[in-house]
């Protein structure tokens, strides 16, 4: 039970001078070095987890998912029209072995911008009103493109083989080939 002398008392204690330094609070230097030993502790954290290798990962994986769509939408447009030996209904008219850069309609030029590999810079392949069927919209690549590139780039093989590549890949080449 708290009484007038135990108040008094428990008032007379707070004054002590032992108990002063536990009243006071953290000192300047106390605060500095916690400070300090949290931001080490958060740069090798940060440094740990790379997040700019873990973005190009992510904007990878990203490519790699889009051309593989590209590819299974050009697939079916050849089995859906019967067009699996040239592939021209589904690719229009292409050279073999040449490399284009897979583009809107009305883009005709700039394709070796980002697709290197493009034979020259009209070496654009417009998919999008061929492919109307498979795509709302062509993918494109998750860094800022030109209007109406995609960033990804096609080759015809003599076998019949469609090999898709993203362009600006970021950790490596990224191929889907069927």
Avoid at 136 to 152: E, I, R, V, W
């Amino acid at each position: 039970m708290l009484t007038m002398k135990n108040c008094a008392m428990l008032i007379i204690d707070m004054k002590h001078p032992a108990l002063k330094s536990y009243i006071q609070g953290f000192t300047l230097l106390e605060i500095l070095l916690v400070v300090v030993i949290m931001s080490i502790l958060f740069i090798i954290v940060l440094v740990g987890l790379k997040p700019a290798s873990r973005m190009a990962d992510t904007r990878d994986a990203r490519r790699a998912q889009d051309i593989g769509q590209i590819l299974t939408g050009i697939h079916e447009c050849a089995i859906d029209k019967k067009d699996s030996a040239s592939l021209s209904t589904c690719l229009g008219s292409t050279t073999v072995d040449q490399v284009y850069e897979i583009v809107n309609t009305g883009t005709t030029t700039g394709c070796t911008a980002t697709c290197t590999g493009a034979a020259d810079t009209n070496s654009c392949l417009p998919l999008d009103s061929k492919l109307t069927d498979y795509f709302t919209s062509l993918p494109t690549d998750p860094k800022a493109q030109a209007t109406g590139h995609t960033g990804y780039s096609i080759v015809r093989k003599s076998n019949g083989m469609v090999v898709l590549e993203a362009c600006a890949a970021e950790t490596g080449t990224i191929k889907v080939s069927q």
